[in-house]
C-alpha cells in the first residue's frame, strides 16, 4: 500500500519561512519523481514544485526564486523549503507521485 503523509504546515507571517516534508512508503522512492501541489480554498490543484530521481528539480514560475525542493533517499522523504512567503502561498500542500497522493497540509500565511 502506498502512503504519502505530509508534515510542517502552520500559520507563518508573510516574508517568513516553512519547511514541508512528506514520508514515503509502499513506492520504489529512489525511483520516483515526487511532486508538490497545492490547492487554496475555492481554487483549483496547482502544480509546485518536483524532484526528479536524478535530483533535478522543477518549479512553478509563482514559487521560483522562492521554494527548493530535496530528496533524502534514505529516508524516503521530499521536503518543500519555502522563504519569503506571501499571502497568496496559502493552501493546502500535497505530496504526490504517480497516481498517489498524500492528504496534505495546511499553511497559511497571514499576519
Known amino acids: 500500500q502506498v502512503q504519502l503523509v505530509e508534515s510542517g504546515g502552520g500559520l507563518v507571517q508573510p516574508g517568513g519561512s516553512l519547511r514541508l516534508s512528506c514520508a514515503a512508503s509502499g513506492i520504489p522512492f529512489h525511483y520516483s519523481t515526487m511532486v508538490w501541489y497545492r490547492q487554496a480554498a475555492g481554487k483549483q490543484r496547482v502544480f509546485v514544485a518536483q524532484?526528479?530521481?536524478?535530483?533535478?528539480?522543477d518549479f512553478a514560475d509563482s514559487v521560483k526564486g522562492r521554494f527548493g525542493i530535496s530528496r533524502d533517499n534514505a529516508k524516503n522523504t521530499v521536503t518543500l523549503q519555502m522563504s519569503s512567503l506571501k499571502p497568496e502561498d496559502t493552501a493546502v500542500y500535497y505530496c504526490?507521485?504517480?497516481?498517489?497522493w498524500g492528504q496534505g497540509t495546511q499553511v497559511t500565511v497571514s499576519s
Open positions: 504526490k507521485t504517480g497516481a498517489d
Open positions: 524532484i526528479l530521481p536524478d535530483g533535478s528539480s
